[in-house]
């Protein structure tokens, strides 16, 4: 079993539809948890991060952890065509004294797509 | 700001050849990672550097993977002999202090290895 697992699709979607992006894993360990998008033909880059539980919002975008269910997601409002990416979650653990920045534990990513 | 340069983009060699990989990180970052994505995985990190030490080396393939950054700022990652096995994207990372586990990790784009 994989330590960070995520739904591969395809996901696809209307323009202005409420996107909903899920990963679970089994890591206890893990605090920090990150969303990165990645186009095609092109490296991942960072959208949000997260640490310990609760939520986090930054735009159109929300980020939720819940530690107790091992469950991360990631919304997307008012999506657009300009999303459609591959979306990766990945966590870590923190705390002083990790060289954590190194252990970053990616999903294997859901392609999403977003119909105009 | 330049971003993470990598070359070449694209590489096609038959099995048994050797191949290398450059990377230039973003200018001041003392962090350096490489990464290897098969199609449809996340991305694993096989070495991390910081500055011209490479602090975490145990997903790297001694074997037939060698990497060094000398001086603390460019990489080269090399693969002799190459395997089939090993055709995937092969992905640059750098960040500005990898012991800090908010540090940002920026991808470059990738080199895409194919072995014939």
């Known amino acids: 079993q994989k330590e960070v697992e995520q739904d591969p699709g395809p996901l696809s979607v209307p323009e202005g539809a409420i996107v909903s992006l899920n990963c679970t894993y089994s890591n206890s360990a893990f605090q920090y948890f990150m969303w990165y998008r990645q186009y095609s033909r092109k490296g991942p880059e960072l959208l949000m991060y997260?640490?310990?539980?609760g939520n986090k919002e930054d735009g159109r975008f929300t980020a939720q952890v819940d530690k107790s269910s091992k469950y991360i997601s990631l919304f997307i409002r008012d999506s657009q065509p300009s999303d459609s990416a591959t979306y990766l979650c990945?966590?870590?653990?923190?705390?002083?004294?990790?060289?954590?920045?190194?252990?970053?534990?990616f999903g294997s990513g859901t392609r999403l797509s977003i119909r105009p | 700001e330049a971003g993470v340069v990598q070359s070449p983009r694209y590489k096609i060699i038959e099995k048994k050849q050797p191949v290398a990989f450059w990377c230039n990180p973003i200018?001041?970052?003392?962090?350096l990672y490489w990464y290897l994505q098969n199609l449809g995985q996340g991305p694993e990190l096989l070495i991390r550097y910081e500055n011209e030490e490479a602090v975490d080396d145990s997903q790297l393939p001694k074997d037939r993977f060698s990497a060094e950054r000398l001086k603390g700022v460019d990489s080269t990652l090399k693969i002799q002999p190459a395997e089939l096995g090993d055709s995937a994207v092969y992905l640059c990372?750098?960040?500005?202090?990898?012991?800090?586990?908010?540090?940002?990790?920026?991808f470059g784009p990738g080199t895409r290895l194919t072995v014939l």
């Open positions: 990372a750098s960040s500005l202090d990898g012991l800090a586990v908010t540090d940002t990790q920026y």
């Open positions: 997260t640490y310990s539980s």
């Open positions: 990945a966590m870590s653990p923190a705390g002083a004294g990790y060289s954590s920045a190194s252990k970053i534990i």
């Open positions: 200018s001041g970052h003392n962090t």
